[in-house]
């Protein structure tokens, strides 16, 4: 074929394939999982700052965890987001539950946040899911929320 013919028609095939994306971007930079480069939705957000004041977004737990795990970081302060009111929580002070898949509810994991104990367990109960405690929990597993479960 002739290279010198069909190039602009390739590129103007590119460019029109790449126009959603453009479109995308002047709509407001959706933010995206620096993990795995999803579109990442509001309500399952987990943020992450480093020591150094960097802080990195990420489409839920999971990412997060394996975003951390492979720089081997060591964060100063991970933000998870309540499933319930969409506030932004300290994550050692969080209840995570892990859920069996069977919650149509667009996680992007198995892995529920919720600020409130009750709240935590109700999920657990609806939908068969487990509330993680201790070393099974994200980012750590020690914390706050093991001291307040000695009672
Ligand atoms: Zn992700």
């Known amino acids: 074929m002739n290279l010198r013919r069909h ?27 620096e993990m795995d480069g999803v579109a990442l939705d509001p309500a399952f957000r987990v943020r992450v700052a480093e020591d150094g004041g960097a ?9 997060a965890e394996s975003w951390i795990a492979l720089r081997r970081a060591v964060p100063a302060l991970v933000l998870v987001t309540d499933g319930v009111s969409g506030r932004a929580i300290d994550a050692r ?10 919650v149509s509810d667009g996680a992007p994991d198995a892995i529920r946040v919720f600020e409130r104990k009750e709240d935590a367990e109700r999920h657990a109960h609806a939908h068969g899911g487990r509330v993680l405690t201790g ?3 994200p980012f750590g597993g020690a914390g706050v929320r093991d001291a307040t479960e000695q009672h």
């Open 135 to 137: 070393s099974g929990r």
């Open 55 to 63: 802080t990195h977004a990420f489409c839920g737990v999971t990412c």
């Open 7 to 33: 190039l602009p028609a390739a590129l103007l095939l590119l460019a029109i394939a790449a126009l959603p994306l453009l479109a995308e971007r002047l709509r407001g930079h959706p933010e995206r999982c």
């Open 93 to 102: 002070t969080a209840w995570f539950v892990r859920t069996l898949g069977n």
